[in-house]
């Protein structure tokens, strides 16, 4: 843990330059616009240590697999979205000497996100060796109005001196990725250009062969004449000129930068469209793209802010969290999705994992519009046909799905067998994610038109992986991994059982519901599935009947698996804190044998599932499992905060909040030098509007039963809910509900119905007798 930003409400600060903290405040200060992004790397030359990342959306490489024993059934390779060239560059050069804070003296060091309008600025000064001495301010963005442009204003102070000024803009395209499996470089040079203060630089990815031009545009604003050098090298373009600088006299340098892909263009026009975009954003100028980027970010704000009043880091905190979200993933494409790092890294490759379906999802059905929630899904609709082959290369048929664990184009990357073949109820979160798009928005058209064929082919896997024991006379799932991954190869995970059979009975219903309102689409459906309704309905529902769920009778608990209790029951309070994290202090196979868990695995199906289970049953499994939970995956807290407060015990709801709120701001696991935990972000924003607001949607209804941490004074948040914006204000007299909208809407507020019509708030007073 390691505790450096400064306390703000709408800011990220650091003050102070420590090259240490330079890796995890490069990823703390990442910029995003859900179509490009980058870590906080300095726009001149930086010798120390630094992880170079600019991403831009949807471009990758599948770099060939490496593993010490391949398996059959492993893919062939992992594919990650690429460290793509460097637009921010501009090296300084004062005299002989160049500008790189690893070697001069830096003091006045501040670099602040202002989330509230969505911009980065670094201010210094730097002590160059000579003596002489600067002042630089650098602000740059990404903007989310024109989402494949950016731009910086660099303005540099000579305090000390008078000297010769060397600037050289420069775009790099001969860049690595750190992760690279064998060390290879992913670009190819495709055309290069310079004409004074523009460059132009198209570069191919191999094999996947995307093209994506970075094209950049400088000006410096100064009455001096200067003459433009043009660089070029391979796969790198630039600029250099010089101006006399005076001390006391300040220089300001402005850089737009655009990048294009041919994801959205085809290649012959890449390079006109990005000199058109280029010509457009520098016509605007700095002051004017930053202005809209202020509105458009004040947009986002009035939809998605959690105000936090009493507690200033909880309020920096949970910004922080919604601000990176936001900055990741904008629903305005639908071959897109949420890496678990976002563009904030290169761990986990930019791909998608189960974290969109399972955390992701509700943030953006309550604070975005229906639409961005069905682009994640049409994602997975999409990838359908490789979720079918992915499960026949594992010997599956008939139409059996099995979603990767970690995809970008739908085929399987991960390749750890006990991960890429047994941790099977990604399949389940996927299922998951349509009912719950459907239970939140109402849009039942969702089924026929993409969702049936989803769950079917989810529905069959299952029907396929269980199997009949004799001896049980019951079915059973052998060797799986549950999400906790401190277990693998265990056999009846409970987590998964359930999932599945919940899986195959939703398929079921799904079907009903599709035959008996489209009947036509339902023909045409089952046809092209090859659909056997009476066998494999049949089929399905004798599974749900008999399937085979490990629990204990006598603490009334479910199994997290069957030999679960073969273990050493020993709470994690009981560790010796040396010991933890256990995944960097323990060996593998310690950590396998051992009672911890690393992330909610049957909480994580009481929390999907909460209304199966009565009240009892929740607290108990809690109970049993709590004390026995390391959380050692950021994903872990969000799930036991919500659960906590369903249970009533705000303090711990509280705890666990704590822990996932400020995970990166404070570097809780030692690990965001690798970049942020975007998608337990979204389990951050859960904590809060499921958690201590308690919101449920049950039978088309919006329900809250809130408390207040004791440690604020207020929170209140925005919900978008068919069609109604609600605003829900809780503080220490009590709740007041605001429709925002012209809809009339009545909701359940602990448990009693208030209508709230069209614009109209209701207040709620802690003492009033009906809702006590
Ligand atoms: C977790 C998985 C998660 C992945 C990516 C792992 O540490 O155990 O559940 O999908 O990280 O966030």
Redesign the pocket.
Known sequence: MKKYIVADEWNIIEEGFDPHLNKISESIFSLGNGRMGQRANFEENYSGETLQGNYVAGIYYPDKTRVGWWKNGYPEYFAKVLNAANWIGIDIRIGEETLDLYTAEVSNFKRVLNMKEGYLERTFTAKLQSGKMLQVCAKRFCSIVDDEAAAIQYSLKALNFDDVLTIIPYIDGDVQNQDSNYDEKFWDEVYKEVKGADAYLTLRTKKTAFDVCTATRFSVDTDQHYDIEELMKEKHVGARLQINIKAGEEIRIFKYAVNLSSENYPKDQLLQASKDLLNRVSAKGFDTMLQEQASAWAEKWKESDIIIKGDVEAQQGIRFNIFQLNQTYTGEDERLNIG?KGFTGEK?GGST???TEAYCVPFYLATASPDVTRKLLIYRYKHLQKAIENAQKLGFKDGAALYP?VTINGEECHNEWEITFEEIHRNGAIAFAIYNYIRYTGDQEYLSEYGLEVLVGIARFWSQRVNWSEARKQYVMLGVTG?N?YENNVNNNWYTNTMACWCMKYAIEALDYVSGTHSDRYTELTTKMSFDAHKEIQAWKHIIDNMYYPQDEQRGVFLQQDGFLDKELIPVSELDPSDRPLNQKWSWDRILRSVYI??ADVLQGLYLLEDQFDEVTLRRNFDFYEPLTVHE???SPCVHAILAAKLGDQKRAYEFYLRTSRLDLDDYNNDTEDGL?I??MAGTWMSVVEGFAGMRVRDGQLQFHPFLPEKWQSFSFNIFFRGSVININVDKDGVCLNNRSEKDITILLFGKPVFLAGSSSVNVDNHCAEFQ
């Open positions: 678990p986990y994992y189960w974290d664990m999400p991954e690393k992330q995956s950021s994903l935990h998608t337990s």
